[in-house]
Each structure stands twice: as structure tokens, then as C-alpha cells.
């Protein structure tokens, strides 16, 4: 019974080992050839597997690329409830500002160390079949929300004023998903200038006027 065990428990941690390495690799190849141009043969090869051991895990390339996009959306919404948390605590202009500088080169910086992830994410999304669509809209969906919040409640503060908070938080989710994308082509960019440019994009244009200064 005892070697039945360990020899179970043997296999099932190949198995994860396995799997784990055909994710790995088919990240690294969706990321450089885009969903639609990657083949299973193309899977096979950066995984070092046969068709064997891919089928029995995923039924298809589909199915391989939906856990992905859903492994990204885990990162990705865990990063942005780390920054909104940061963000939530201040209590002034000046303060919501220098925390949101920080936030977006933390975010930054986890693009920059999650780049497959992110180049998955951000560059497939005109470019997938409808129900991987769905799967991306709605990662997008969580993220709208959660910002529109903030965004009322900096209004009830008093230090935010816009007139639509939805339209605003899909405005400042194209501008930080385009800029990530851009950043993702061009590493070298220094990411606090890069943070701190867009934050003076978004946010001067959310804040109300406090005397002569923006923020």
C-alpha cells in the first residue's frame, strides 16, 4: 500500500511537471507568433513533448490558450487590486498622485517580468475567436469596474471631477493598455518617466484645480 501511494503520488507530480511545462513553453510561443500562427506542431517542439502527453492535458490549441488567458487574468487582476489598494488610502490631490506614480511602475515592472503574459493578453485581443474574446472582455470588464469605483469615490472626495466615471475608466484602461504595449517593444524605456508621464496625462485631467497647480 505504501509503495502504491508513493508511486501515485510520483505520478501525479510528472504530471503536474508536465503540464506545467507544456504552459510554460506555449506561452513563450503565442507570445512571438500571435494565436492564429501558432501551430500544435509549433507546441510540441517548445515543449519538448509528443502528441501523447499534449493530448492529455489539453484537447486542443484552444483549450491551451484559454487557461493561459486565464492564468494572465489572475495575475493581471491581483496586480491591479494591489495598486487600487495602495490608491484607496490616500486622502488628498498631492497624495493620490505620488501613490499613483508608484502604482504604475509597480505595474510596470510586473509587465516588464510577466512579458508573455502580457504580450498574450494585450496583443490578442482584436485577434482571437469569440469565445477567447469573451474570456478577454470579461478580465477587461473586472477591471472597468473596480476603477469606475475609485473613481466615484475620488469624486465624493472632492479632488476628482469628470462627468461620466464609466466612459473615463475605459479612457484610462486604453491609455495604460496602449502604453503597456509600448513598453513592451521598448524595454530600454526608463519606466519611472514612463510612469510619471502618464500619470500627469490621466490624472491632471481628473483632478479639480487646487489653486494654480494640476495636482
Known amino acids: 500500500m505504501i ?33 492564429h500562427q501558432t501551430r500544435i506542431i509549433d507546441l510540441l517542439k517548445a515543449g519538448g513533448v509528443s502528441p501523447g502527453a499534449f493530448y492529455n492535458y489539453f484537447s486542443d490549441k484552444e483549450e491551451l490558450f484559454m487557461e493561459i488567458v486565464f492564468q494572465a487574468g489572475e495575475l493581471l ?5 494591489e495598486i487600487r489598494h495602495r490608491g484607496i488610502k490616500a486622502g488628498s490631490q ?7 506614480v508608484d ?6 515592472r510586473f509587465v516588464e517580468n510577466n512579458r508573455t503574459y502580457f504580450q498574450i493578453l494585450l496583443g490578442e ?23 469606475r469605483k475609485d473613481i466615484e469615490r475620488g469624486i465624493r472626495l472632492g ?15 486604453s491609455a ?25 496625462m490621466i490624472l491632471i485631467g481628473l483632478f479639480r484645480r487646487t489653486q494654480d497647480r494640476p495636482y
Open 3 to 35: 509503495i502504491r501511494a508513493k508511486s501515485a503520488l510520483v505520478k501525479r507530480k510528472r504530471d503536474k511537471n508536465t503540464r506545467e511545462k507544456i504552459l510554460n513553453s506555449a506561452r513563450r510561443v503565442f507570445a512571438e507568433k500571435g494565436y
Open 159 to 173: 479632488f476628482i471631477w469628470v462627468s461620466d466615471p464609466e466612459i473615463t475608466a475605459f479612457a484610462i484602461l
Open 103 to 108: 502604482s504604475i511602475q509597480y505595474f510596470f
Open 77 to 81: 487582476r491581483t496586480t491591479i487590486q
Open 125 to 147: 485581443q482584436q485577434n482571437v475567436n469569440s469565445r477567447i474574446a469573451e474570456t478577454l472582455n470579461a478580465i477587461i470588464h473586472d477591471i472597468h469596474k473596480d476603477l
Open 94 to 100: 498631492n497624495e493620490f498622485f505620488s501613490v499613483l
Open 176 to 200: 495604460i493598455s496602449g502604453v503597456a504595449l509600448y513598453y513592451l517593444n521598448n524595454p530600454k524605456i526608463d519606466r519611472e518617466r514612463l510612469a510619471r508621464s502618464l500619470a500627469e
